[in-house]
């Protein structure tokens, strides 16, 4: 197949700005103006470097391309009509409208989308987690093209990706900054000033290539080097916002603002015209990802009885777990206090450092589950509040992406709240489409991080600091979803609902209430979303409606609320006696802040005492 | 007052040393070895640049010290001691131990602590606010001092504030890095390349200051020069972990682990045993923050039934509070969206624009309030989840800072799930001591914007994009905490409760029912957090436990729960038809969206006629 030629690609840039102009016009919103300064960008790339089968997305030897500035969909809905995967009446009546799957900004609903991005800073990263997969993973030559804006270069989350690019290696990875000078509401802080840009892409360990966005020849060289390079590339592009048409060029208030129908027609005279060319660009170079040697996954078994930490129970699982060869870990700098590192010894080849950047963490393991790996990541649950809208975005990216957060609660004593996750559980639960879990013992903990590896969607386990019995035989059966009574007796008269270390509190708490004659029945929510509602009614139904729920959370979005909203939806709206962290907690023993903080088993007993009228 | 000598520093920091291993072994917890390699920093500076008068913390002259190294507490307390305000008993006895104010990392709870710290990557962010405070608003020539890890250097925090700090020439913040090459679980990704960090730091405008941090001759020349420097500086210091005992000394394996008994003994003999020098560094400057003229708040007044977006309101609002000298507001590069452009207008000299970087606009607006300023910062709704880390921790800090999120909701249309907030409410919800706010018309927004600005603790309050009927007389009042009864008659069956959107969508419901002769209670529930019980009791008693919640927002943790918590807690567990977004949406109208999600008028409708049994 012939290369278009840079002529060929200049009538290409039009027909990509006509086509933003039309369809944002059509739609009534959207962003032409910051389309059409990378258009020149995108239809060199396009037309003469992305490698791409546009008829097998699923080829795995495909280059990616992110638009990390997903505000410029018109753009890439454009170069999908140019590439003839989307026809020119879907895009001028299916942009941003109901049903359609153009939207506002790109989402994966799409074949050629990888991940959802509109939430700025967020693109480039995870091109990284992409990046990381054909480098380190796949061995294949695929190139990641993120196209980038420049006010989003205000977001850390943008350095996070660059040093860990240069820190990777990550030579299969460009991004092109369209650096239209022009923000939302106006300048941007570096304006034009590429050599500003590029002292920072320097120290932060990449090529940095200036260059005029507009001329073609140049970007054409610069891309075609970036192929050669050693490291990573940004292509710093100068440009100018809304460019080809007088009316609107670099000029203010203009951003995200479609133009009206008499100045699209006069933007379309300007532009030389509506164009209907149809380009394919070059092939992908083929082959198929490396294939690793797959073992049998043998969980670890633990001793009733014996104290295991799930945090512990957690990274042993997972070095299990990873005798699937699709499974990745990841870690913040923290995998000896997560145990992540049982999985870094026995597979380091699956292992990402990513240090202390929770965004890029939490980007890294989307950008892996685009590339179909089954990715593992693990900090502080606490530290996962962090990368929330990274989280939150994977789950518009319908990514399958696992993070486990230890050191939850005020159980982890000493170190104070700002190491304590009590808002994780709410956060969590918020996600579309998550799952959550919080196991206390080794032996869910075991089984539910091997549900986690076969399970979509954002699924959350929270782990504990410190060691508790093992409640569990090795072959109970723990699924998504369900609960275990723990203790029970014919004569329960309250129910004692926990999970993760408060659980532990229970049993207590059930120990001394036995002493009293008084029979409790102990019910173990390790599965927080989805919750299991019908043993929750079970439990109510056999202790007259009497139960207690304890939580090492804040009050709010947490456990006490799941089994509320579960009970509610069950039309059995039951009281619940809700027990939760109600204070600032400051440091302490763990047994010395549960009781401050009225979850330790003597606030269930006086609780248990108070529904039971003593 | 005569300056310490360096060869009376060097004592200094040998105590600062001993102290550091002496609480951490007495508590069985703590960061000794990261402590020991500032030791030398922290020194000098205390000694010879931090002008502060210890027996008035509240002096408004005082230079800032921020630990953002927050698990260098030992040192930070030892420098407490080293002053005398901290007794050698407290330090021995106190440190991590329950009730006891030197936390296991520090917070405000020390009347010379500004933030909480801990989360690595935010001490220095927030002192980027207090610099803006010093440089722009008090006019005072106070310094702000803030001491980072290396490690934390990965945090894409730390360069969204040498950003800003170089952005707004904060000449009057120094920054030193630690570099000891040591991470929690081995080496550093750029070890002891100073020339790198360097780079980095010079990239985003900031002077780079490498030095050797036990040289405490370099050490005191790059504090002096800082202190002259005409943009902020960023003092580099290649140090050692554990420096001063050699059986830690740079090796791996001690990060935040206190040295058993024997060992600490062997420590201190070899630090030159225990000391008991008390040391006073310079005066502060003295002076007052510089007073500007107050005004009277006159809040805007809304035309009943006229159609005004909340945001609107808010912004219209804000101006009018900028009356009150103390406000200040900061923006996203959205002001133009949240009309947190309004204040700008009306007072560019307490404005901020903090670019695309919510963590450092969270933080910012965390500095300015250690000022004893009152912050207002906005952003989407959608994009606070970028921050979530940093307001869990403005809770901790005790900071009174009040965040604005605009677009929330499917409500948005045509932008997609990106730009919707679905989760924020039971992400702001969770926030210990945190209080939450979602007006559904102009004259309660403006009402509560006037409440904000006197509310302690993180407040925040989410606006709507479209412009709906103004609901309210312009001198009704709205009280944190209240909910209003907006329709009811003597005859009514069911409960309609709503916020912000799904009232206006709660009160069409009603005229519908009303048409077939339903008498229908609409309820708006301003405030979700704290949530007016009485209110729903009475609500509940009127219309026969016959209660529907409508909300924005996905199911989990949001207005839904927080009625049904509120019921619970009262003693009166009702059933609740909790009408939320559940699957994920994309584009559209507001009014498609809207009826996708399930929470439309003809939902409501719809379930309003199932509680009846129609």
Sequence with gaps: MTVPSLDEVRELAQQLRVDSVRCSTAAGSGHPTSSMSAADLMAVLLARHFRYDWDRPDDPANDHLIFSKGHASPLLYAMFKAVGVVSDDELMTGYRRFG??????????????????????????????????????????????????????????????????????????????????????????????????????????????????????????????????????VILARTRKGRGFSEVEDREGWHGRPLPAEMAERAIVELGGERHITVRGPDPEGGTPRERPSGEVSLPRYEPGAKVATRKAFGESLAAVGARPDVVALDGEVDNSTHAEDFAKAYPERYFEIYIAEQQLVAAAVGLSVRGYVPFAATFAAFFTRAYDFIRMAAISEADIRLCGSHAGTEIGADGPS?????????????????????????????????????????????????????????????????????????????????????????????????????????????????????????????????????????????????LEALNGAGHPARVAHLAVTGLPGSGTPAELMEAAGISAGHIVRAARGLLGG
Excluded at 170 to 192: C, H, K, M, S, Y
Excluded at 471 to 499: I, M, N
Excluded at 538 to 546: L, N, P, S, V
Aim: aromatic share 6%; net charge negative.
């Design 100 to 233: 359609s799957r153009l939207e506002g900004h790109p989402t994966p609903v799409l074949p050629w989308v990888d991940v959802a991005t509109g939430s700025l800073g967020q693109g480039l990263p995870d091109g990284v987690g992409v990046a990381l997969a054909g480098r380190y993973l796949d061995e294949l030559p695929y190139r990641v093209w993120v196209l980038c804006g420049d006010s989003e270069t205000a977001e850390g989350s943008m350095w996070e990706a660059l040093d860990k690019a240069s820190y990777y290696r990550l030579a299969n990875l460009t991004a092109i900054v369209d650096v239209n000078r022009l923000g939302q509401r106006g300048p941007t802080e570096l304006g034009w000033d590429l050599d500003a840009y590029a002292r920072r892409v320097e120290g932060f360990g990449c090529r940095a290539v200036p260059i005029d966005g507009h001329d073609l020849a140049d970007i054409d060289k610069a891309m075609a080097d970036a192929a050669g390079a050693d490291r990573p590339t």
């Design 419 to 563: 190491q304590m996750a009590l808002e994780d559980l709410a956060m969590m639960r918020a996600v579309h489409g998550s799952t959550v879990l919080y196991p206390s013992d080794a032996a869910s903990t075991a089984y539910l991080v091997q549900e986690m590896a076969g399970r979509g969607g954002v699924v959350y386990m929270r782990t504990t600091r410190g060691a508790y019995p093992v409640l569990y035989g090795p072959d109970e059966a723990f699924p998504v979803g369900g609960a275990k009574v723990v203790r029970s007796g014919p004569d329960d008269q309250v129910t004692l609902a926990g999970a993760g270390v408060t659980l532990h509190n229970c049993l207590a708490a059930a120990d001394e209430l036995a002493r009293d004659g008084i029979g409790a029945r102990v019910l173990d929510l390790y599965s927080v979303k989805p919750i299991d509602t019908q043993a929750l009614l079970a439990a109510a139904a056999a202790t007259g409606d009497r139960l207690i729920v304890a939580e090492d959370h804040y009050p709010a979005g947490g456990l006490g609320e799941a089994v």
